[in-house]
């Protein structure tokens, strides 16, 4: 009985013919490719695009035969194609022999991540350096603090947005404990960095609609997730992803003895699609200093026929790094008075009015900081 090695091969002479005739037609595609590439200085201008000409025909000839010789099997195929793979750079051999293979050569990874592991233990050692913090979390990190899972595709884009002004200690630990989360909740991510510059009144909410701007401007993220520098989470099944519904994702704080403030606390971290981000006209501006922004937000969502939905408080919890609170972000009285006004002022207060002034960026290997004029009041 044959083999099935020996029955996927053409049994006859035609086949054969057909198969030394592809081999012979490859050879000469190489041969010529490689004498335009090597002696290309020496060429006229006539023998160049005589060598370009040929190099397509044989380049179409091939493609049809390929598509058309249905007794030519595909280990044939994808053994020649290897061939022209090896003068093709790196990065590019993946995505190419993809389009010849017809699918995606990675599975989609699974709805629930395979290597989590539950509860965590959060510890802030303050003689952790942020060296250490490079050697332990740049394994397989992009420049700027770009992820992408290395064995599946992932199917959540996310831009992990902090707003940032003076909290080098605090953002240490954040980049110790979270690059690790997000790689085993296989996101497909980036950590941007939003720092005010100067020492005016701090705005949250704005630099968030920052975040949310500038990172677009480097990827189609499709998931946004706003968080605090301070919050870590202490369970890794509390996936950094986007819903049906706005997420409020630190229901659980020590800060509040793992208990909810109130019933509609919207603060900490929360993640919202691009949707659903744009269809309450992202943060408010107009909030400075400390207090209320927050709950803005949740007014917005309210008012748009959506509701917050929230993880089990035993995944949601978070441990927040301890800090008194900072200069020039002081509560602010006149804040609170503003909700009796979202209603009115969402529609116009919000992603389509922000102003601001780009100062510099700079890509980290952890993480990406854009450091921004907000024109804030001193």
Known sequence: MPSDQEDR????????????????????????????IYFRAK?????RIFLI???????FMLAVWLNNDHSYTHDHRYAELSLVAGMVPEEQKESIIS???????????????????????????????MSDVRKESRENLQEGGRYKPLDCISQHKVAVIIPYRNRK??????????HPILKRQQVDYGVYVINQHGEGTFNRAKLLNVGYVESLKEYAYDCFVFSDVDLVPMDDRNLYRCHG????????????????????????????SREQYMRINGFPNDYWGWGAED??????????????????????????????????????PRNPGQLHNTARTMDTDGI???????????????????????HAPN
């Open 53 to 59: 000409v040929m190099l397509l025909a044989l380049s």
């Open 352 to 374: 389509n009015s922000l102003i601001y002034s780009l100062i510099k960026i700079e890509k980290d290997e952890l993480y990406t900081m854009i450091d921004v004029d907000i």
């Open 99 to 129: 389009k010849f293979n017809g699918s995606s050569p990675l599975p989609p990874c699974p709805p629930t991540p395979p290597g989590l592991e539950g509860p965590l233990r959060i510890e802030f050692e303050w003689n952790r350096s």
């Open 9 to 36: 091969k053409p049994n006859n002479k035609l086949a054969d013919w057909r198969d030394s005739c592809l081999h012979s037609s490859f050879a000469l595609f190489l041969f010529l490719f490689r004498c335009l």
């Open 295 to 332: 709950d803005d937000m949740h007014k917005r969502i309210t008012l748009k026929g959506m509701v917050v939905s929230r993880p089990d408080s035993r995944v949601g919890m978070y441990k927040m790094v301890r800090h008194l609170r900072d200069t020039h972000n002081e509560v602010n």
């Open 43 to 47: 060429m006229n201008r006539l023998l």
């Open 169 to 178: 200690d605090h953002l240490k630990h954040w980049l110790y404990y979270l």
């Open 245 to 272: 519904e706005p997420r409020h994702m630190a229901v659980a704080m020590d800060k509040f003895s793992f208990q909810m403030p109130y019933k509609n606390y919207f603060g900490g971290v929360v993640a919202l």
